[in-house]
């Protein structure tokens, strides 16, 4: 867990999730007291048609509902992440004011502390996965380390809920379904159409995943079509 947060952007993060998981939408309306003149840079007021408006201390206009800025894939796809701390955060060590809060389920007042443990597993699974698909033993562990240490995961991805971590933890877990004699064709797809709802530039892994696979390619883009559909789906639904 990286000692450094920096929640800026991805500050909606974890309310997002949170509302997702407590009342099925994504809407930031409930928490207006927790809204000020630095954080609503983050919000945006969406209204019938589509219609866009900036947000005020007060609230959004009638009729418009509050919404996160900035992409909410990130938070949506957090949410079995959330579950499993969420499970964890009552037995955490430590009298910290941060970890007294998570300590007792204050997670809208520790939002901080709760955004860098979902980055942090986020990005722990994805060195997981490069340990694994490298082979057990030191020669796993190493490239595990190299992985988590010598690029900007640690550093960076692991301290908000930011776009980065989530595409490279999807991204690594669709190749895992293709190697090692795995061929998890429309899984792996899945995974990868989901990466690219999370961020569309994640297109390029899709591509070059599937011109190393050449004929199989086609039930891995059918995949991730389905994993892309299926993002956009749980948007239109929350």
Wanted: charged fraction near 15%.
């Amino acid at each position: 867990v990286s000692p450094i947060t920096q929640s800026s952007d991805s500050r909606w993060a974890v309310p997002a999730t949170i509302s997702v998981v407590e009342r099925g939408d994504l809407t930031l309306d409930e928490y207006k007291g927790l809204w000020t003149e630095d954080t609503l840079y983050g919000i945006e007021c969406v209204g019938p048609g589509g219609e866009v408006r900036k947000p005020a201390i007060a609230g959004c206009p009638e009729l418009f509902h509050a919404y996160p800025r900035y992409p909410v894939a990130t938070p949506v796809l957090s949410v079995p992440l959330y579950r499993a701390i969420d499970l964890f955060t009552p037995q955490l060590p430590g009298t910290s004011p941060g970890l007294q809060l998570l300590q007792q389920r204050m997670y809208l007042q520790a939002h901080r502390q709760m955004e860098i443990l979902i980055a942090s597993a986020t990005v722990a699974l994805a060195a997981m996965l490069i340990f694994s698909m490298c082979g057990a033993g030191w020669q796993g562990l190493l490239w595990a380390l190299a992985f988590a240490f010598g690029t900007s995961l640690w550093s960076t991805a692991s301290r908000a809920m930011w776009q980065h971590g989530m595409s490279v933890l999807l991204i690594l877990a669709a190749l895992w379904l293709l190697v090692d004699g795995r061929r998890y064709l429309v899984g792996a797809g899945v995974l990868l159409g989901l990466a690219i709802w999370n961020r569309p530039l994640n297109v390029i892994a899709l591509v070059s995943i599937a011109l190393w696979l050449r004929r199989d390619a086609v039930r891995l883009l059918a995949g991730a079509a389905i994993g892309f559909l299926l993002g956009n789906l749980t948007m239109a639904l929350v």
